[in-house]
C-alpha cells in the first residue's frame, strides 16, 4: 500500500473524502492528522494480527509489563519512522501542501504518566516490539492525563488534559474482552470435601473494558500490544493520572485503580493462557508478569486469588506458581515513596485480598522465626505488615522471583542498605538492570541530522545494534566531522531559540551556551541549586559587566506536584530570577533565564537536540537512574552532574575529561545522613557567595517588588540541615561551571567531547536493557 509515494498520495486523497466528506481543499491540518493516523493504524493491523496469530501457533511466552503509567507520547512520527514510510509520507504529504511536522503537532501527547518511570515502561515497549520479544503493556487509560502546567505571574498552574478529546486514532475498544472487578463485599467460608471455600458475596461489581493500542516494532514486522484499561462507571476509577511523583499519599481512589489494573489484567492474562489448552501448573512457563514499581503489587494476591478460589489450587502450588511468575523493578529509595496503604481501607476495600496478604505474611514471619530464632528483632523489619500498614514493597519482594534496581549504584544501595535484610535472605532474587531509553524516539525521530551524519559516517548498522555507534568515536578528531556536529547543534539551537521567541517573545542568544535542567521538580535534583548559581553569576556580572564570560542560556522545565509547596515555590524563583535578569541591559547580553512551561514528551524531543549542557545535578545517591541523562549524552550535550544513578555508568564509560562530575559522592551524603547531617551554618558563614545568595532571597526589595519574599525557601535550607546539600555542593558546583566556560571556548576540544558522548550512548539505548531483562529476568526468546 505505502511502497511507493504516488500510490500513497492517491489513497490518502480517496480517505480524506471518505472518512471526512471533504475535498482535499477544505481539509484542515488536524482532518489530515486524523486521516493519516487512521490509515497507519489499518495498516498496521495486517501485522498486529499476524504477530498475535504467531504468538498463538508457537505457543510462545509472553511478559506482561504491568505499570500504572505509560508516558508515550505522540505516536504518529514514530508510528511512521519504525515502519519505513516517514520520508514517503513527508515527501506525499509536501506535494499536497501539507507539512508533516506541523501535521504531528496536531496530536495530543499521551501523558500517561508523571516522569521517568513511565517514560522508561514507554521505551520499553518501543524496544520489545523492535526486537520481536512477546511482550506487551498492561496499563490504565485515564481519561484525564497529566495535568497541563501554566505559568500565570511565575507561578504553575494546573489545567486538565483532556488528551481524548479529539479522539484516540490508534485505539480499538474490545468490548468483547471486558472483564468484572469486585470490591468490597462479605467472604464467606465454608468446608467442601475438607477445602475451605471462599466466596464474596455482596460485592460492587465494575465492568472493566481494554482498549488495545499497537506497539509497532521497528521495520513494521512485529506489532504487539498495550492493553489500556477503562472503565465506565458513574464516579470513574480510570478518570484520572494522580500527578504526585516520589510522594505517597494513601489515597482510597489510588487503590483503587491499582487494583482495578491488576484484577483486570490478571483476569485477562489468565483467559488467554487458558485458550492454549494447557493445565494451570504451565503458567510460569507461558507468562511472566512484569511490576513497574510497587504500584502493581496486587497482582500477587489477585494470581493466589484466581488459582485458589477459581482454579481450586492448595496454597502451597498457587504460591509457588506466583512466585515463579512475578518479577518486581524498584525505582526509588526515597522513604516517602514508598507506597504504605492503611490496613483497614484494604479490609474494606478488598477484603479477600486483604485475607491472602495476611496469610502471606502470617507463613512469611514463621519463616522468619524459624531461620532467625535468635533475632526477633528481624522479623518486625521484614514484616510485610506492620501494625496497622501494608508495606508494598517487602510484599513484592516477598512474592517475586526477581528485584531489580535501574542503574548499579542503585542497586548496590538497594542491597547494601535499604533492603539488605531482603538480600541477605534471597541473594539470588536480586539484580540490576540499568534503564535505557529508545534511540528511535530520542536520536532518530527528535534530531534527524545528528542520525543522518552517523548513518553517512559509520553505515546504517548501529540502528539494529546501537552499540555500534562506538564507530564513531574514530570520528572524534576529525575536523570536518566536528564542524558538521557543531553545526547540527546550532541548527537545532536555532530552532529552539525560534520556537522560545514564538511562545515567550524573548530573543536569546543561539551561540550562546544552552544549558538545560528538565524534569520534575523535587527538592532533590536540585532545581535550587542551579536557580542560586543563576543568583551568583547575576552578582558577578552586575559588579563586573565586561567580565569575561561566554554568553549562556538556562533553560528550565519541570512540573510541580500540585501539593508540593516547595517545588512551586522554587517554580516562583526560577520564574523572578528570570524576569529581573532577561530585562537588566547591563547583563542581558551574557545571561538570559528561560522557564518553558508544560514540559511533555514532545517538548522533551524538541529541546534535547539542542542542549549543550545538560544538568543531572542530584544528591548522589538520591536518584536512582534518571533518564533525561541519556537523552542529553546522546543528542551530544556534555554533562554536568553528580556521581549519582546511571551518571556513574556514564562516567565510567567516557572518564572525568569528557564530562564535568562535582559534589559530594553517595557514601559521604549517607554517611552524612548517618550523623544528622552536616553543619549548614558553617557553609553559610564561611563561604561570602552562597551567604550572597542566600540573603538575597529574603532582603527587603531585592527583587522588585515586596520583600522577604523568600523566606520559605530560605527556611527549607537553614532548617532542615540542608537535607539536599545545595550549599555542601554550591562552591563545587561554581567550579565545575566554571570548567565549562573554560572548555567551550575551544570548539574543537569541545566537540571531540561531545563526539565521545554520542558514541559511547549507544549504551543506554533500552534495546540493550530489554535484552537483558528478557534473557536474564523473563526467560524469553526472540521470535
Ligand atoms: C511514586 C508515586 C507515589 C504514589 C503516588 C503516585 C506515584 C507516582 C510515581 C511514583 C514513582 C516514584 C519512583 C520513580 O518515578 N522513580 C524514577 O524512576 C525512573 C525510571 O527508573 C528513574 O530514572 C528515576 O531516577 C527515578 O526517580
Not at 512485529?222 to 492493553?227: E, F
Not at 541548527?491 to 525560534?498: E, I, M, R, T, Y
Not at 567580565?547 to 523572578?576: C, E, H, Q
Not at 555542601?728 to 566554571?738: G, P, T, V
Request: charged share 25%.
Amino acid at each position: 500500500m505505502f511502497n511507493n509515494k504516488e500510490a500513497f498520495k492517491q489513497l490518502f486523497q480517496e480517505k480524506l473524502v471518505s472518512k471526512l466528506g471533504k475535498p482535499k481543499m477544505e481539509a484542515q491540518k488536524a482532518d489530515v492528522y486524523k486521516v493519516l493516523s487512521s490509515m497507519i493504524r489499518e495498516y498496521a493491523s495486517k501485522n498486529w494480527i499476524k504477530t498475535n496469530q504467531n504468538y498463538q501457533a508457537h505457543q510462545e511466552k509472553q511478559v506482561y509489563y504491568f505499570s500504572m503509567e505509560f508516558l508515550i507520547g505522540r505516536l504518529l512520527g514514530n508510528n511512521l519512522l519504525n515502519l519505513g514510510m516517514l520520508e514517503l509520507v513527508r515527501d506525499g504529504l509536501k506535494e499536497l501542501g501539507w507539512d508533516l511536522e506541523e501535521i504531528e503537532e496536531e496530536e495530543s501527547d499521551a501523558g500517561l504518566g508523571n516522569g521517568g518511570l513511565g517514560r522508561l515502561a514507554a521505551c520499553f515497549l518501543d524496544s520489545l516490539a523492535t526486537l520481536q520479544y512477546a511482550g506487551h503493556g498492561c496499563g490504565i487509560r485515564y481519561k484525564y492525563g497529566l495535568f497541563e502546567q501554566k505559568i500565570v505571574e511565575g507561578n504553575q498552574v494546573e489545567l486538565p488534559d483532556y488528551w481524548l478529546q479529539k479522539g484516540n486514532e490508534w485505539e480499538v475498544r474490545r468490548p468483547d474482552k471486558k472483564v468484572e472487578v469486585r470490591f468490597k463485599g462479605n467472604v464467606e467460608i465454608s468446608k467442601e470435601n475438607g477445602e475451605l471455600v471462599f466466596e464474596t458475596h455482596n460485592y460492587d461489581a465494575v465492568t472493566a473494558i481494554p482498549y488495545d493500542m499497537p506497539v509497532i516494532g521497528y521495520e513494521g514486522e512485529h506489532v504487539n500490544t498495550l492493553r489500556i484499561w477503562s472503565d465506565c462507571s458513574v464516579d470513574s476509577i480510570s478518570e484520572f493520572l494522580y500527578p504526585d511523583d516520589s510522594q505517597y499519599e494513601g489515597k482510597l481512589l489510588r487503590l483503587k485503580q491499582q487494583y482495578f489494573l491488576c484484577s483486570a489484567g490478571v483476569q485477562s492474562i489468565v483467559r488467554t493462557f487458558e485458550k492454549l489448552g494447557l493445565s494451570i501448573e504451565h503458567l510460569p512457563e507461558k507468562v511472566a508478569i512484569h511490576i513497574n514499581d510497587t504500584h502493581p503489587t496486587l497482582v500477587i494476591p489477585e494470581l493466589m486469588r484466581i488459582l485458589i478460589d477459581v482454579k481450586g489450587l492448595g496454597w502451597a502450588e498457587a504460591w509457588e506458581l506466583t512466585t515463579r511468575t512475578v518479577s518486581y523493578t524498584n525505582h526509588t529509595t526515597l522513604s516517602e515513596a514508598l507506597e504504605k496503604w492503611p490496613v483497614s481501607m484494604l479490609k474494606e476495600l478488598l477484603p479477600r485480598i486483604y485475607m491472602i496478604i495476611e496469610e502471606i505474611n502470617t507463613r512469611f514471619c514463621g519463616m522468619l522465626m524459624k531461620k532467625y530464632p535468635d533475632q526477633p528483632e528481624i522479623v518486625p523489619q521484614m514484616s510485610i505488615i506492620d501494625g496497622h500498614q501494608l508495606k508494598m514493597a517487602n510484599l513484592a519482594i516477598v512474592g517475586s522471583y526477581s528485584v531489580n534496581g535501574v542503574a548499579a549504584l542503585h542497586t548496590d544501595i538497594l542491597m547494601k542498605r535499604e533492603m539488605k535484610l531482603f538480600y541477605d535472605l534471597y541473594p539470588n532474587r536480586f539484580n540490576n538492570k540499568t534503564n535505557g531509553i529508545t534511540h528511535r524516539r530520542w536520536l532518530l525521530h527528535a534530531n534527524p541530522a545528528l542520525s543522518n551524519l552517523i548513518n553517512e559516517s559509520i553505515g546504517t548498522r548501529w540502528i539494529d545494534s546501537p552499540e555500534e555507534m562506538v564507530g564513531i568515536l574514530k570520528y572524534s578528531e576529525d575536523s570536518g566531522f566536528q564542524d558538521r556536529t557543531r553545526a547540527i547543534k546550532q541548527h537545532n539551537k536555532l530552532k529552539l531559540a525560534s520556537f522560545i521567541h514564538e511562545k515567550q517573545g524573548i530573543i536569546v542568544d543561539p551561540y550562546s551556551i544552552f544549558d538545560i535542567h528538565v524534569k520534575r521538580l523535587h527538592g532533590y535534583k536540585r532545581q535550587l541549586m542551579n536557580i542560586l548559581h543563576i543568583m551568583y553569576l547575576y552578582n558577578q556580572l552586575k559588579q563586573n559587566p565586561s567580565m569575561d564570560r561566554i554568553p549562556r542560556t538556562f533553560i528550565f522545565g519541570a512540573k510541580a506536584a500540585p501539593s508540593y509547596w516547595l517545588a512551586k515555590r522554587i517554580i516562583k524563583l526560577i520564574n523572578v530570577v528570570a524576569h529581573q535578569v532577561n530585562r537588566d541591559r547591563k547583563v542581558n547580553q551574557k545571561l538570559k533565564v528561560i522557564f518553558l512551561e508544560n514540559y511533555s514528551v514532545s517538548l522533551a524531543e524538541k529541546i534535547i537536540p539542542a542542549a549543550d549542557v545538560s544538568e543531572q545535578i542530584s544528591t548522589a545517591s538520591k536518584e536512582a537512574s534518571g533518564t533525561g541523562n541519556m537523552k542529553f549524552m546522546m543528542n551530544g550535550a556534555l554533562t554536568i552532574g553528580t556521581m549519582d544513578g546511571a551518571n556513574v555508568e556514564m562516567h565510567d564509560m567516557v572518564g572525568d575529561a569528557n564530562m564535568f562530575i562535582f559534589g559530594l559522592q553517595s557514601d559521604q551524603v549517607l554517611e552524612y545522613y548517618q550523623h544528622g547531617g552536616y553543619a549548614v551554618q558553617n557553609v553559610y558563614h564561611s563561604d561570602a557567595r552562597v551567604r550572597e545568595v542566600m540573603d538575597q532571597l529574603v532582603s527587603p526589595g531585592y527583587f522588585g517588588l515586596n520583600g522577604y519574599e523568600f523566606e520559605d525557601i530560605f527556611h527549607s535550607i537553614m532548617s532542615t540541615n540542608d537535607e539536599y546539600f545545595v550549599l555542601k555542593d554550591f562552591a563545587s558546583y561554581i567550579e565545575a561551571h566554571q570548567q565549562i566556560d573554560r572548555s567551550y571556548r575551544s570548539p574543537k576540544k569541545w566537540q571531540r567531547k561531545s563526539i565521545i558522548n554520542i558514541a559511547h550512548s549507544g549504551k543506554f539505548s533500552s534495546d540493550c536493557t530489554i535484552r537483558k531483562y528478557a534473557s536474564e529476568i523473563w526467560g524469553l526468546e526472540r521470535i
